[in-house]
């Protein structure tokens, strides 16, 4: 069985703070979406990274996706209380094209 | 601009008593999706539609059913809702299955079932 494990779960932290979050799996995807879904909305699309070690940013968003492709992380710089909300990653493997979805890191900034 | 439309955002239903929850798409993107996400977890796909094409997930429960009429519209209908079937019920489309299967979302639908 595929998963996607995010970590943290939760974060909470202060205006202009940076963070990191995870996305690991112990499968490889042919690609990795990162989704920001904000309370009683759906997800919205951030990036999409499909190359081992592929660095893609979106202005304090900065997004990799490990060398093997099992893995990848997103970092935001000087967080700001519109950046809550809860990341999802989601990996695409094998033919059939499904996403395996990740259960997601809360985050909460704090003015 | 182009988006995906779901109606309507929050729906009660009584225990029992079928609701059908709508979805409209004008990205003419050929899949569209249905996904349950209840309460801090990551959404689940219950089945989705490549162009007529119904795949369903084998652990979707009969009970939900959907029906895609058109290109633009897709329906999902809960038979015969459980207090366990209240959750965010999530439409999405993609443009083709080949690709990186980006996907986009639509607002939701809160259902709760009393």
């Known amino acids: 069985t595929q998963l996607l494990e995010q970590s943290p779960q939760f974060l909470s932290i202060q205006e202009g703070e940076n963070l990191t979050v995870y996305c690991n799996s112990s499968s490889v995807f042919s690609s990795l979406q990162w989704y920001r879904q904000e309370p009683g909305e759906g997800p919205v699309l951030l990036v999409t990274v499909v190359t081992g070690g592929e660095v893609k940013k979106l202005k304090r968003l900065t997004f990799q996706f490990g060398d093997a492709r099992k893995d990848s992380s997103l970092h935001i710089t000087a967080a700001q209380p519109g950046d809550t909300g809860l990341y999802l990653c989601?990996?695409?493997?094998?033919?059939?094209?499904?996403?395996?979805w990740g259960l997601g890191t809360s985050l909460a900034v704090n003015p | 601009d182009a988006m995906v439309i779901q109606n309507p955002r929050y729906q009660v239903t009584q225990f029992g008593k079928p609701v059908t929850l709508s979805c409209s798409q004008t990205?003419?993107?050929?899949?569209m999706y249905w996904y349950q996400q209840k309460s801090s977890q990551a959404p689940k796909l219950l089945f989705h539609y490549y162009d007529k094409d119904f795949n369903n997930e084998a652990d979707t429960p009969d009970n939900f059913q959907s029906r895609r009429p058109n290109t633009s519209f897709c329906f999902l209908d809960i038979r015969s809702p459980g207090l366990g079937d209240a959750a965010m019920y999530l439409c999405a489309t993609s443009r083709d299955l080949s690709g990186n299967n980006e996907q986009y979302f639509g607002p939701g639908t809160r259902l709760t079932v009393t």
């Open positions: 990205l003419n993107h050929n899949v």
């Open positions: 989601a990996g695409e493997a094998g033919n059939n094209r499904k996403l395996i």
